[in-house]
């Protein structure tokens, strides 16, 4: 075990984590340079195309130092805030973390919120300054920033290109010199944490597992702490990045294990694996259970896939623990899922998951964040759409969630940033200046992050401001539900919670944006928006106009009114029966009804 090294790779989006990643394992000899891509531990297809990481991946490897063959068990970690809970998880199965900071961009929001993240857990952290081969480089500035905005000793920081493998055996010298083996655990009998799950069609469901105490062989019965549940080990091994089958995993490692579990709730992730003679073995520190922030519904376009959405849900969330979902109605839509997720790049990558790798075709309703409701009666109610909303006369007040932003931009960038963030209801608590950047804290409703807030700070600062939030409280805020009637019919899946002062300036985009993706029938079709009883902004969708008198050469003008009468009476009778069908744009034009710039 003195040979052992844990450390997961964290930084900020496009910092280079995968690229580090695929340097070490050429380094140790995972993979033959023939068999070497770029990303080679970015898996998912949406990962490749997107060029994120969206799940951690772990790799063993072998390295030899001065005669000396140490192992190496790494752990590529996503950056996107929306991804922070697959971070949480892969440092709680290490000792260490190189923290990657782009040596051309310097320190940004979110490498500091994974940076604490290791730091609380105890992990001791490497800085690692990557990116030193690009011309704009400047590893004395970006050290400064690492000691003045994180506040860790970054003297000794080491300078790297993943890209040409510039300073890479220091970076792994500094790995075995830094990062401490895995502590000798008291209890002698098996202790092994779930880090994380996926389903495989013909192996049923896969864990992978860091063992902190004891060893287990292949073939041996371990137990399920949580539920008691009790399987064989049918196979155990190490990513290397290929499989490689082991017999036997020892105290520190981390791999895989295969039971033949077919249920997809049998091996939590975040649970402990005991061998079943030793059931009375205690159980490990699990994970925090994450708490959604963003809900949408998801409705099949065939209702005939009701059931294999379901299934596909079940092993998505299996493999992702921060996606919740329960059953939903809709008059219009059908039967569908409210679905939570940690933000919307999350919905967006699970959508398209779903999409891609279970051949779904969906409808998706805009975003939503749960609220707080204190009812008259005293009751308190958390709901997660405005169709659980109770009715004007029940409610005493609803309470939204206020989260803390912390914005970092170049200090020419910070008049815009503060006017963005007022106008999103955004209230200042601190600027500070820190080396070269400044660092914005911010206030602010949830509900008005999770539209269009990112790419608005994106094009206000030119791609140079990040943000990283946390959740603070629910507060008293004067909120409204407002409905879209679309045809004198409300369309549940449209309705909106919002702030009474922005009702109306939103009820009329939502109007206009909707009066351009509705189809045009052979009758007109209204297009209301309601606060309670009160129309509050009205659109109309032109009817097609067909030419009934064309066919008149002449004679009484009575002729013509008669064919004009008749053709009235038919566009009436047509309204009463019509059905108006919502293409998939009417959902979506909620996500940019908000044009302030």
Same mark, same amino acid.
């Given at each position: 075990?003195?040979?052992?090294? @844990?450390?997961?790779? !964290? ?78 998880? $892969?440092?709680?199965?290490?000792? #260490? ?27 001791? %952290? ?31 920081? !080491? ?41 495989? @069609? ?16 292949? #073939? ?31 105290? &520190? ?69 921060s996606l919740t979902f329960e059953p939903e109605n809709s008059e219009i839509l059908g039967s ?6 940690? &933000? ?14 279970y051949g779904l075709d969906l409808i998706t309703t805009a975003p939503s964040v749960s609220y ?5 009666? &005293? ?8 169709a659980e909303l109770p009715t004007p006369n029940e409610i005493h007040q609803i309470k939204e ?34 080396? #070269?950047?400044? $660092? ?48 004198? *019919? %409300? ?49 109309? %969708?032109?009817?097609?106009?067909? @030419? ?6 002449? &004679? ?25 069908? *919502? ?5 979506? $034009? ?8």
């Amino acid at each position: 075990m003195d040979n052992l090294r @844990n450390f997961s790779i !964290i930084a900020h989006i496009d910092h280079g984590k995968s690229t580090l990643s695929d340097r070490i394992i050429e380094k140790c000899g995972g993979l033959s340079k023939r068999e070497m891509k770029s990303q080679v531990l970015d898996t998912l297809e949406l990962e490749r195309e997107r060029g994120i990481t969206i799940k951690a991946q772990s790799v063993a490897l072998d390295y030899i130092s001065e005669d000396k063959k140490f192992s190496f068990n790494l752990i590529d970690t996503p950056g996107h805030v929306d991804f922070s809970y697959e971070v949480s998880r $892969s440092l709680a199965a290490c000792e #260490g973390a190189l923290l990657v900071v782009d040596g051309s961009q310097g320190v940004e929001a979110q490498t500091l919120s994974t940076c604490y993240k290791a730091i609380d857990l105890g992990l001791e %952290v490497i800085p690692v300054i990557n990116k030193i081969d690009l011309p704009q480089s400047d590893p004395d500035k970006v050290k400064k920033e690492i000691e003045e905005i994180i506040g860790i000793d970054a003297s000794d920081a !080491i300078c790297v290109s993943a890209k040409d493998g510039t300073g890479l055996e220091e970076l792994i010298e500094q790995i075995i010199l830094k990062i401490p083996p895995p502590k000798l655990s008291k209890i002698q009998d098996l202790q092994a944490l779930i880090i994380d799950s996926w389903y495989d @069609n013909f192996l049923g469901v896969i864990s992978l597992i860091r063992i902190f105490s004891g060893e287990l062989k292949s #073939g041996e019965k371990f137990t399920v702490k949580s539920n008691g549940q009790s399987f064989s080990a049918d196979s155990l091994g190490v990513f290397t990045p290929k499989k490689s089958p082991r017999e036997i995993l020892h105290s &520190g490692e981390v791999g895989y294990l295969v039971a033949n579990v077919k249920d997809l709730k049998s091996v939590p992730v975040g649970d402990t694996i005991v061998l079943t003679k030793k059931r009375e073995t205690p159980q490990l520190d699990g994970f925090e259970e994450v708490q959604p922030q963003v809900f949408a519904s998801f409705f099949p376009i065939d209702s005939n896939d009701y059931q294999s959405f379901r299934e596909a849900l079940m092993k998505l969330n299996l493999n992702d623990a921060s996606l919740t979902f329960e059953p939903e109605n809709s008059e219009i839509l059908g039967s569908g899922f409210r679905c939570g997720f940690l &933000g919307t790049l999350h919905l967006e990558v699970v959508k398209e998951r779903l999409e891609r790798e279970y051949g779904l075709d969906l409808i998706t309703t805009a975003p939503s964040v749960s609220y707080e409701v204190i009812k008259t009666n &005293g009751d308190e109610l958390m709901i997660s759409s405005p169709a659980e909303l109770p009715t004007p006369n029940e409610i005493h007040q609803i309470k939204e969630p206020i989260i803390r932003s912390t914005v970092l931009c170049p200090d020419k960038y910070v008049g815009d940033v503060i006017e963005l963030a007022m106008s999103k209801r955004g209230v200042q608590k601190d600027l500070q200046y820190l080396g #070269g950047q400044v $660092s914005i804290v911010f206030e602010m409703p949830l509900s008005e992050i999770v539209m269009d807030f990112f790419d608005m700070l994106k094009s206000k600062s030119q791609g140079y401001a990040s943000v990283d939030f946390v959740f603070l409280r629910y507060q008293h805020s004067d909120l409204v539900r407002v409905d879209v009637a679309v045809n004198s *019919l %409300v369309v549940d899946s449209l309705s909106a919670i919002m702030h009474r002062s922005d009702a109306q300036r939103r009820g009329r985009e939502i109007a206009k944006r909707l009066k351009e993706v509705i189809p045009r029938q052979m009758f007109e079709i209204p297009i209301q928006i309601m606060l309670g009883s009160k129309i509050i902004a009205r659109e109309s %969708v032109k009817a097609f106009r067909k @030419n009934v008198t064309a066919k008149l050469y002449g &004679g009484d003008v009575t002729r013509k009114k008669k064919l004009l009468e008749k053709q009235k009476a038919g566009k009436k009778k047509m309204k009463q029966i019509g059905k108006v069908s *919502l293409p998939q744009e009417a959902f979506l $034009s909620f996500l940019s009804t908000d044009k302030r710039k």
